[in-house]
């Protein structure tokens, strides 16, 4: 009786700093460090909070859901503010998942815009915002919003995505942060209703033997996720290839045998059970596997450059 007593007197408490956090915010304090301070707090709060929680703690949540949203905090133009904000509204979402938090739809597109652009931070290691990001990713992933992106509909945000990741990825990440960029871009494939040209040209781009060489992880991940979507994106491969100025000796095999529309034999069963060379590289003070390419040793490259 007194551990059930001893909880709900808990759960009262940290009711009670939601929702008196959340009316702070309705009126933020001018000075960023006091701001950023009440963000943090506001943060590890919720991430106590467990999904399908007690319907007063939904209630407590409710000035706080409305703050975060508004233009003061979601559009400040200080950035570890910003990525602050959307790191409690992304912890918001993963309480209320699998539904919206937000019943807006133009409030759910600029929380996923906003979070779309947190993401360029990734490549940062040592900002200040480095786990926080690294944290909305990994929530991103495992909750699905890939499914309220979708229900946007807008394509122009889904291809903003995937350039951040191709972009940002690093041989220094560690192998989840990968992993968690591949789900969503593979999610996104799958539960479009069609896959656009300009998608694939920036899929194909990046596989080209030019840009292997120059970023042979980002070609890693997209090789990885057209081979787990290659029956979604392979009738479209024609209309993106017409489009752009396509030699197969360019491309990665993979994506000139799908091109070719060659069934998998021999070629393609080596190509997929060649095993990947993969290096322990320092992030911080650990260490952690990064999935990069045998082609990114010198040896590689060398013979990359000589069928260019």
Not at 275 to 301: F, I, M, N, W, Y
Request: with cysteine; aromatic share 6%.
């Amino acid at each position: 009786m007194a551990t059930f007593d001893s909880s709900c007197a808990d759960r009262k408490k940290m009711e009670d700093e939601i929702t008196a956090y959340g009316m702070s915010l309705m009126n933020p304090p001018s000075s960023i460090d006091e701001l950023f301070k009440i963000l943090q707090k506001v943060e590890s709060l919720l991430k106590t909070v467990s999904q399908e929680p007690f319907d007063s703690t939904t209630s407590a949540i409710q000035p706080l859901m409305k703050a975060l949203v508004r233009n003061e905090l979601l559009g400040h133009t200080n950035e570890d503010v910003k990525v602050s904000v959307i790191s409690s509204v992304t912890e918001i979402s993963r309480i209320y998942a699998p539904n919206r938090p937000y019943d807006d739809d133009r409030q759910m597109e600029e929380i996923l815009r906003q979070t779309v652009m947190t993401f360029k931070k990734i490549a940062v290691v040592n900002s200040r915002s480095y786990r926080k990001v690294i944290r909305v990713l990994e929530v991103f992933a495992k909750v699905r919003f890939t499914a309220m992106l979708l229900d946007l509909e807008n394509g122009t945000l889904i291809i903003e995505m995937f350039k951040n990741f191709l972009e940002v990825i690093r041989p220094y990440h560690p192998t989840n942060i990968f992993t968690w960029m591949k789900e969503i871009m593979t999610r996104l494939i799958e539960g479009s209703d069609e896959i656009s040209v300009e998608l694939l040209q920036l899929l194909l781009d990046r596989v080209k033997i030019d840009n292997q060489m120059e970023s042979p992880i980002a070609s890693y991940l997209v090789e990885e996720v057209l081979k787990d979507c290659a029956a979604i994106v392979k009738p479209y491969f024609s209309d993106a290839l017409k489009s752009m100025s396509f030699e197969p000796a360019d491309y990665a095999q993979t994506i000139a045998l799908l091109s070719n529309e060659m069934p998998k034999g021999k070629e393609m069963m080596a190509t997929e059970n060649a095993p990947a060379t993969v290096h322990c590289v320092k992030v911080g003070p650990s260490e952690a596997k990064c999935c990069e390419l045998a082609r990114q040793d010198d040896t590689h490259r060398e013979k990359l450059k000589d069928t260019v």
